[in-house]
């Protein structure tokens, strides 16, 4: 019995290092800027994954929102010999040379979000196209519940006419709002540099040369919290329990700072989209199929994952905290939260 | 003489930029039909207010011939700690005052360095910038994340969002009350006329007494006061703190002054000038966002009315 039960051991000790050494490796993560929440949590998600599910190490490295400092980054990881890389870059081309890069040092690179120049590799697709158009058609339906008489008027704030952030959030969102009101009509798109204070700066600009504007879309939360900060401070930003008086602001992330007005009755900002968690749990997942071989690193495939719309209409407070827990490493009570930062009417 | 002579100069410097000031609220006005109101003027001081309350003192710091690279991070580590500080349940003014202290000594590392220890302006003031912005970072880490919303109390946006009289917005008060109280400072007292002695040649100034290092702390905390006054504020307009709030407004406060005629070796230069600067760009940039130009654009032509206003500036020395 005392052999039979040392064999199992012996076996099954031989099976846990085996799985280890198949699994045991040290990847990289290039993340684009990790002052912003979402980037923050991607990369703890992918560290905390690949830890739990492939024993993996994973280095993290900050990109700066720089190209340079992004392909600087990825030289660092080749010359640390990580045995993959994922990246999230909206340089197309600089992240097109990367993986030329590593792929010459035999270092497979899985991309997200925005895809290289040429389709050569594995990347992870968040599906914001859909989202983003079915976020217009909320923006615009809930603007003309309450305002049958007021077409659509829409301003969007954008990371300066960047390709794919057209194709992914503001063309759909736009074509969203269209397809309810054939008459609404595009004011203006302006860059906020994906930033909340200069965001806030440019939408007094526009509120001032358009007062008119009844719909703002900020291509992240933070531009759409600048949006609702600078409404806010020339008397808009109001609704009344959900029923749109001034505008309908709407983001993109699904952060908590955004969760929290998105669920105060009062305030205009009312949805967003985002996926973290699933991106990052692709990520980790393409870049052990490509170690392990069962993803050909040189051939483009695409992982597509959902980016769930959270608004005030359809969403409840407890599907946005699991969602903050599971995407935003919230830790908090939303509930409480909201309430603490909701003023009385 | 000299002293009329350099007036005149002075003034006919101030006409150039008035009348680059004047040119672009004509050209506007043509352009957008919503340019040439009151609630755009508004609008735009709005958004210039916190620049130019710093760089009211920004700018005797300049004539100094020093110069705050720190500015924004100091405002952004003052944004930050009033959000966490107001989240831990501290009174807001009480948060407020001790944001106010602690740029102070921001202000006064600043100072000790540059005045005591001789280091590089640049230099000193580059590593207070790195610092204090990367405590900004990590005091939002401490929060739990990459900025400070969740938490904050109801009231917290009220002190920035405030509006005198229900009508000016409280953060434009406050930068008329800064540029009277620094024309004062500049005019009538011996801050400013040092400053002016300092920045026109420091071995004499020292030879003659002034307390040069004494001087130049007062001036660096008086900048970091300023900026870490204006940190409390903006977070307060935007409603939560962001600790890359104000990234990069240390080069939009030396270009108003530079506009405004400030010499950057020191000596020279007015909060008057400043002003009229800080306005150019301000009016230019609210311009062009009425009239929906794109942002590249809008930076090339911040450059140019750089490059234009310091090269008028020069032609006028040279032939002064």
Same mark, same amino acid.
């Given at each position: 019995m005392k052999k039979l039960l040392g064999l199992a051991l012996i076996a099954s000790l031989a099976l846990a290092m085996g799985t280890a050494q198949a699994t045991n490796v040290t990847v990289g993560h290039v993340v684009? #800027?990790? *002052?912003h929440q979402f980037h923050q949590a991607i990369a703890k998600e992918i560290v905390d994954y690949g830890k739990k599910m492939y024993g993996a190490k994973v280095i993290v490295l900050d990109g700066q929102g720089d190209s340079d400092k992004i392909l600087k980054a990825v030289e660092n990881l080749i010359a640390q010999k990580v045995k993959a890389i994922s990246i999230h870059s909206p340089d197309q081309a600089m992240t097109l040379a990367a993986i030329k890069l590593a792929r010459a040092k035999g270092i497979p690179v899985v991309t997200t979000l925005v895809w290289p120049a040429e389709k050569l590799a594995p990347h992870v697709q968040p599906l914001e196209t859909p989202s983003s158009f079915s976020m217009g058609i909320l923006a615009a339906t809930k603007w003309l519940e309450a305002n049958p008489d007021k077409p659509c008027r829409v301003a969007i704030l954008d990371f300066g006419k960047f390709p794919p952030v057209e194709v992914l959030r503001t063309t759909p969102f736009w074509q969203g709002v269209k397809s309810v =009101? +054939?008459?609404? &009509?595009?004011v203006t798109e302006l860059n906020g540099q994906g930033d909340t204070t200069k965001s806030m700066e440019i939408t007094l600009d526009i509120l001032q040369a358009? +007062? &008119? /504007? #009844?719909i703002i879309f900020g291509a992240n939360d933070e531009m759409a919290l600048g949006a609702l900060a600078a409404c806010e401070q020339i008397g808009r930003g109001k609704m009344d329990n959900g029923v749109a008086l001034t505008e309908v602001i709407a983001g993109l992330d699904g952060n908590v700072s955004a969760m929290l007005k998105i669920f =105060? +009755?009062?305030?205009?900002f009312k949805m967003t989209h985002g996926a973290v968690r699933d991106v990052a749990r692709a990520e980790m997942d393409t870049m052990i199929g490509m170690v392990t071989g069962k993803i050909d690193p040189k051939k483009w495939s695409e992982t597509k994952v959902l980016s769930v719309v959270t608004d005030y209409w359809n969403s409840s407070i407890p599907e946005a905290q699991v969602f903050l827990q599971d995407n935003f490493l919230y830790k908090g009570k939303l509930a409480d939260d909201i309430a603490k930062a909701t003023k009385k009417k | 003489m000299a002293n009329s002579f350099s007036a005149i100069q002075i003034d006919r410097q101030k006409l150039v930029l008035l009348s680059i000031l004047a040119a672009i609220v004509v050209a506007m006005s043509f352009l957008s039909?919503?340019?040439? *109101?009151l609630s755009n003027f508004q609008n735009i001081l709005l958004q210039l207010a916190p620049l130019i309350i710093i760089a009211s003192a920004a700018n005797l710091l300049m004539i100094t011939g020093n110069f705050d690279l720190s500015i924004g991070s100091v405002l952004a580590f003052s944004a930050i700690m009033h959000a966490y500080m107001s989240k831990l349940g501290l009174p807001i003014g009480l948060s407020i005052a001790l944001c106010c202290m602690m740029a102070v000594l921001w202000g006064i590392s600043n100072g000790i360095m540059v005045?005591?220890? #001789? /280091?590089n302006p640049v230099i000193a003031t580059m590593g207070t910038m790195y610092a204090a912005r990367g405590f900004a970072y990590l005091i939002a880490r401490w929060d739990g994340g990459a900025n400070i919303s969740a938490g904050l109390p109801s009231d917290f946006s009220d002190f920035g969002r405030t509006n005198l009289f229900g009508v000016l917005p409280i953060i434009i008060v406050f930068m008329l009350v800064t540029v009277a109280i620094f024309i004062f400072i500049e005019k009538k007292t011996v801050l400013g006329r040092f400053s002016f002695a300092i920045g026109g040649n420091r071995k004499a100034s020292v030879l003659s007494g002034i307390k040069v290092p004494q001087m130049t702390i007062v001036l660096y905390s008086l900048v970091g006061l300023l900026a870490g006054f204006c940190g409390t504020v903006q977070v307060s307009r935007v409603g939560s703190g962001f600790p890359n709030i104000a990234e990069g407004m240390e080069f939009d406060v030396v270009v108003a002054i530079v506009l405004g005629g400030t010499s950057m070796l020191g000596g020279s230069g007015s909060t008057a000038g400043m002003i009229i600067g800080a306005l150019i760009v301000g009016t230019a940039a609210n311009g062009l966002n009425l009239l929906k130009v794109p942002y590249f654009y809008q930076t090339i032509t911040k450059g140019l009315l750089l490059i234009v206003a310091v090269f008028a500036d020069q032609t006028i020395r040279r032939r002064g």
């Open positions: 684009f #800027n990790l *002052q =009101d +054939p008459n609404a &009509e595009l358009n +007062p &008119e /504007v #009844n =105060d +009755p009062n305030s205009s | 039909p919503k340019f040439l *109101q005045g005591y220890l #001789n /280091v």
